[in-house]
């Protein structure tokens, strides 16, 4: 599937991608949801959110959590208030240690309330992002806080393409678990 440039693709792709992912998940067995994510043994996963998420809590909170700066940027620049796409302190450069302190945040979040939120959240970027008119979210220099990019890119970024990062995850999680 290519990726969206129209508000209509955002919105298939997504929720598509979004259904996906939860057949996966639903396909996952006891031993595979019981068991911790390792994949040390692969010397191609390098990034460091191979060693980062642990279990499907840790990808449904990542997910959350990257719906939520969605979320907040926009509003607040829809507003009128300034507001960077990620969190300060954090940029392009360092939004890996941004990753890592939304892990540590949520170590205690049982995996059903996780679930509950990013199902929430994924409603809620989808309601969002039908607010907005093709030209908007797909035409360069509309809203002046985007930058050189899209706003429907961060869209993209933050559903159908994450929900395809979770999707390699967990299976790489389960061919490691056979």
């Avoid at 997504?14 to 949801?33: C, G, M, N, P």
């Avoid at 191609?44 to 990257?66: G, T, V």
């Avoid at 899209?150 to 056979?178: E, I, P, R």
Wanted: aromatic share 14%; glycine share 2%; charged share 30%.
């Amino acid at each position: 599937m290519a990726r969206p440039t129209s508000k209509n693709d955002l919105i298939n792709a997504s929720q598509i991608k979004y259904k996906k992912l939860y057949d996966l998940v639903a396909s996952l067995t006891e031993k595979e949801l019981d068991t911790p994510f390792d994949f040390s043994a692969d010397v191609k996963k390098k990034e460091a959110h191979w060693k980062r998420d642990r279990n499907l809590r840790d990808i449904f909170i990542h997910l959350y959590e990257w719906h939520q700066l969605v979320l907040n940027w926009v509003s607040a620049n829809m507003k009128g208030e300034q507001k960077p796409f990620l969190i300060p302190p954090y940029n392009w450069k360092t939004y890996g240690e941004m990753n890592v302190e939304f892990w540590k945040k949520h170590q205690n979040t049982p995996l059903e309330e996780a679930d509950r939120m990013f199902k929430k959240s994924h409603e809620e970027v989808m309601k969002l992002a039908e607010t907005f008119t093709d030209k908007e979210l797909f035409t360069k220099d509309i809203f002046p806080w985007v930058g050189g990019s899209t706003l429907g890119s961060y869209f993209v970024s933050a559903t159908a393409s994450h929900y395809d990062w979770a999707m390699k995850k967990l299976k790489a999680h389960q061919k490691n678990c056979k």
